[in-house]
């Protein structure tokens, strides 16, 4: 098993204190999920968990290890799947398979209603097909963490279904990170649950995310 800490992280953006010493821990073989109302700055943590957004208040270790600030210039260590695309849509999807060095069988296996957008350039999907692929991508990359900025959003309930069966099934060979404002999906196949309010971060459950988040009550 490994794990990545995330520890001590502050950001200010505009004079307002954004996060303020967060720690967030991720394990190989569970799915965590981080959620938080628009503009908590989940977006903004992952990416200075990736390494792409500098700040002086950071510490991420990777089984004890410090890897240095740029994560993502670490190989193997740590995908993040932005919010939006990023994929040439010139590109055709079985040229992407090829560049990923992943096999299209497995893809289609899983995602059966992918299979004929294979001759197709990238750039002529849907917006649901397109992060399908791109999530895929990511999630079977030779990656020990990935972090999903909202995966499930855009996504039709039959790929949804679909999406959550996958994650299930390959968090045997990583830790995954989500964060999705489609709650129950995200409580569907989390594990481990953080919750982002007013700049703290504070681990969580079910149960308490359905009283006092979505104030559900049993
Ligand atoms: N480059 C920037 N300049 C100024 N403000 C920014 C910048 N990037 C983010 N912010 C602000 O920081 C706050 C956190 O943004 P962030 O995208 O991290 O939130 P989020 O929790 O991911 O939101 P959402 O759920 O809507 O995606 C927001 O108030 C946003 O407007």
Redesign the pocket.
């Known amino acids: 098993m490994s794990i990545l800490e995330a520890d001590s992280i502050r950001y200010n953006?505009?004079g307002?204190q954004?996060l303020s010493d967060i720690y967030l821990k991720l394990e190989t073989g569970k799915v965590t999920a981080l959620v938080?109302?628009?503009?908590?700055?989940?977006?903004?943590?992952?990416?200075i968990i990736y390494g792409v957004l500098h700040t002086e208040d950071r510490s991420v270790r990777v089984d004890g290890k410090y890897p240095g600030p740029q994560l993502y210039k670490v190989p193997g260590v740590l995908g993040f799947l932005p919010?939006k695309t990023f994929t040439p849509k010139h590109l055709k999807v079985k040229n992407l398979f090829s560049i990923y060095n992943l096999n299209m069988s497995d893809c289609f296996a899983d995602f059966p209603e992918l299979a004929k957008c294979v001759n197709a350039s990238f750039g002529s999907l849907s917006g649901g097909e397109t992060r399908l692929f791109e999530i895929y991508f990511i999630v079977k990359s030779p990656f020990q963490f990935v972090i999903l900025?909202?995966p499930f959003t855009l996504i039709s309930p039959i790929f949804i279904e679909r999406l959550k069966a996958f994650l299930t099934k390959e968090k045997a060979n990583k830790g995954i990170l989500l964060?999705d404002?489609l709650i129950h999906d995200v409580m569907d196949v989390c594990d481990d649950l953080y919750l982002?309010n007013m700049g703290v971060l504070k681990k969580t459950t079910i149960q308490e995310i359905k009283i006092s988040y979505l104030r559900i009550s049993e």
């Open positions: 953006i505009n307002r954004l938080g109302r628009n503009g908590e700055g989940k977006t903004t943590l992952f990416k919010q900025d909202e964060s404002h982002l």
